[in-house]
Structures are given as structure tokens and as C-alpha cells.
T-cell receptor, first 114, second 113 residues
């Protein structure tokens, strides 16, 4: 069975600084996908970034990058140059490429301080 | 291009009533997912479809829950009869293939009194 662990219930970061949100996963599959989503207080779920298990390079999307360490089963999200609008809940998720079943972590609440 | 559309956005109903939530996926997407989000249980995958066919409904909590996808542009999640513990935000998401990023709708906030 898949499992996603986000050990940081809450994080604070100063505006313009970088922050890393941790995510570890557990799976017996060799082929899988990892995602990060942002959920602001308004409630919508916003896709941020995707990493496939066979991708050799870390995924990047603007200020977001995914620090993928396959051997350690970690997929940390790095947000560079934090902005006040980055304050939100962030979810790490995995998808099982065999059956297509997705599993989400419990989320990390990020607060950006001015 | 329109994103995933869900209706209604808010639903308040009394215990025992039937509730139907609706979802229109992004045009061209062939995978559709229904999730439930609560403070206690987080985000749970209820059921997902690929090419209109249900693939895995093991997340559906009880027989009171059912979901259909009669065509590529429409899906429903039905709760009959509803109970107060069904109160949650229900999200629909779609993707171009099961393994691709999912795009979420705005959610339906369901309150069962």
C-alpha cells in the first residue's frame, strides 16, 4: 500500500526567503508519479509540480522545484523567493502507475511573514 | 478553456435526503476522480474512472455512496440516504491519463443537518 508522510504540520518563512516542505513516500512500485498541490484559504486545489519516478532530473516550475531523492524516497518541495501569496496548505501526493490510484499526505500549512 | 466544473458549490440538506453532486471534467481529459476532504480524515480518494469506466471504488465509504460517468463530459456522485458525517468538501478532478497531473474543480461543500 502507498503512504505519503508530511512531517511538518506548519512552517513559517520570511518573505523573499526559500523554504523546503518535506515529503516522504512509501511504495513497492518501481513506476510512480509524485505531485505537489497548493490549497489556499479559498479552498481550491492548485497543481504545482510533477515528478515521474524515472525522471532523472528534478522537476522545476518557476519558483517551485522538487528535490527528488529516489533512494531515500523523498520528494521535497522547494519554494524560492517566498511571497505572501504563497501562504497556503501544501499537499504532497503520489500516484500508482499500475492502477492509477492516488494518495495524498496530510498537508503542511505554510505561512509567509512580511 | 474552462476548468473542472462542479455543481452545486454549496449544498445543505437534512439527514436522510438524497444528494447528487455533479462534475464536468476538462474537455479531452479521460480520467476523473472524486475526493472527499474533511478536517479529521484529510483528502480521501473515493473513486476514479478511466475512459468512463470505474477503475477503483475501494474508497467509497459505504453503499450509500454511488458514482456514475455516463459519458466523457459528465459524472455524478450520489449519497442516499445522507448522514451528518457525510458533511465535507467533495472535489472532482480530471486528468489526461491516469498518471498525469490532476486538475481539481472548486469543490462542493456539503452540509448534512
Amino acid at each position: 500500500a502507498q503512504k505519503i508522510t508530511q512531517t511538518q504540520p506548519g512552517m513559517f518563512v520570511q518573505e523573499k526567503e526559500a523554504v523546503t516542505l518535506d515529503c516522504t513516500y512509501d511504495t513497492s512500485d518501481q513506476s510512480y508519479g509524485l505531485f505537489w498541490y497548493k490549497q489556499p484559504s479559498s479552498g481550491e486545489m492548485i497543481f504545482l509540480i510533477y515528478q515521474g519516478s524515472y525522471d532523472e532530473q528534478n522537476a522545476t516550475e518557476g519558483r517551485y522545484s522538487l528535490n527528488f531523492q529516489k533512494a531515500r524516497k523523498s520528494a521535497n518541495l522547494v519554494i524560492s523567493a517566498s511571497q505572501l501569496g504563497d501562504s497556503a496548505m501544501y499537499f504532497c501526493a503520489m500516484i500508482d502507475t499500475n492502477a492509477g490510484k492516488s494518495t495524498f499526505g496530510d498537508g503542511t500549512t505554510l505561512t509567509v511573514k512580511p | 478553456d474552462a476548468g473542472v466544473i462542479q455543481s452545486p458549490r454549496h449544498e445543505v440538506t437534512e439527514m436522510g435526503q438524497e444528494v447528487t453532486l455533479r462534475c464536468k471534467p476538462i474537455s479531452g481529459h479521460n480520467s476523473l476522480f472524486w475526493y472527499r476532504q474533511t478536517m479529521m480524515r484529510g483528502l480521501e480518494l473515493l473513486i476514479y474512472f478511466n475512459n468512463n469506466v470505474p477503475i477503483d471504488d475501494s474508497g467509497m465509504p459505504e453503499d450509500r455512496f454511488s458514482a456514475k460517468m455516463p459519458n466523457a463530459s459528465f459524472s455524478t456522485l450520489k449519497i442516499q440516504p445522507s448522514e451528518p458525517r457525510d458533511s465535507a468538501v467533495y472535489f472532482c478532478a480530471s486528468s489526461f491519463g491516469l498518471l498525469q497531473e490532476q486538475y481539481f474543480g472548486p469543490g462542493t461543500r456539503l452540509t448534512v443537518t
